[in-house]
């Protein structure tokens, strides 16, 4: 039953979640609880696919703004934010006080001190 009203909905659906309407919002629109109408999605691949989807475009939208937003400020000779996801997008920029780590089990410890 829960999935033919989301199929019945299904194109309003996906535009309302690629314009960031929350599950509860979108639930309600279609008549379910929120559990109801995310475990219908969970229980079907296609339905799940095409909320994925619909929850990818949103995330590029807002990607897409947030660089547009970026290149403005550059424009404007601001660059701490370029800056900023020059450092976490690529490793050639990322800042050097990096530590690294190295995790060692507990055997390896031993076997290094009974050498």
Same mark, same amino acid.
């Given at each position: ?26 639930? *309600? ?5 929120? #559990? +109801? &109408? @995310?475990?219908?999605?969970? %229980?079907?691949?296609?339905?799940? $696919? ?6 990818? *475009? ?5 990607? #897409? +703004? &947030? @660089?547009?937003?970026?290149? %403005?400020?550059?424009?404007?000779? $601001? ?37």
């Amino acid at each position: 039953m829960e999935n033919e009203r989301i199929i019945q909905n299904i194109k309003l659906i996906k535009i309302m979640k690629s314009c960031g309407q929350t599950d509860a919002e979108i639930a *309600k629109y279609v008549g379910l609880s929120v #559990r +109801e &109408f @995310l475990e219908a999605i969970d %229980g079907d691949e296609y339905l799940k $696919e095409i909320y994925a989807q619909a929850s990818q *475009k949103l995330a590029t939208d807002i990607e #897409r +703004e &947030f @660089l547009n937003n970026v290149m %403005g400020q550059l424009e404007r000779g $601001e660059n701490s934010d370029a800056k900023w996801l020059l450092e976490r997008t690529n490793p050639k920029y990322a800042k050097k006080d990096q530590v690294e780590v190295n995790i060692r089990s507990i055997d390896d410890v031993i076997r290094e001190h009974g050498k």
